[in-house]
């Protein structure tokens, strides 16, 4: 049983670093500040992650485009990954490095926002979305472990300070819980 103890404590641990960290407070702040002006502005925030990510991003555009804690109108938050028939061609008939670009291509617009999730950063296929973000004027956050890997050419890295992904990718899920909170007070708050 001590296992589980070791695993909780672990996953507090990896969560008071982040409370204690002025940095990481004040990047989320920004991340909300970026995404409320691109809804604002009639844009679009596009989440993108593979494996457990994909499962972390399709859950926080769910948040967004349903609800988190106000019955609200929905707001334009899609992951990238959920039209199967799409990733299979592209994976298929371009490689699975162009899954996320190409939608971002077909479907952004200046203005918008790419959340790309990865515990490692190093995911090339939220790399590439992320080039093609830039090359469009769309901002681009990313939400890694501590490295921050290849994805540190974001415009915002959310880095969590953690080697271990179960550790990561539960600060991610909180992360994300926090951004959507803070979103849809300052979108809808009376």
Known sequence: MSNIRESIQQSIAVKQAIL?????????????????????????????????SAADAQHLAAELSGRFYINRPALNAEALHCNTSYLTAVANDFGYVHIFSRLVEGTAKAGDVVIGI??????????????????MGVATVAMTGEAGGKMQMA????????????????????????????????????
């Not at 204690?20 to 844009?43: F, T, W």
């Not at 271990?164 to 300052?186: A, F, Y």
Request: aromatic content about 4%; hydrophobic content about 35%.
């Open 20 to 52: 204690e960290d002025a940095g990481i407070i004040s990047k989320i702040e920004q991340v909300v500040d970026i995404c409320v002006k691109s809804l604002r502005a009639g844009g679009k925030i596009h989440f993108c992650g593979n494996g457990g």
């Open 155 to 190: 415009d915002v890295l959310l880095n969590v300070p953690s080697k271990v992904t179960p550790r990561i990718q539960e600060s991610h899920i909180l992360i994300g819980h926090i951004i959507c909170e803070l979103i849809e007070k300052e979108m809808f708050s009376k």
């Open 118 to 135: 990865s515990t490692s950063g190093n995911s090339e296929n939220i790399v590439e979305a992320f080039e093609k973000a830039r090359e």
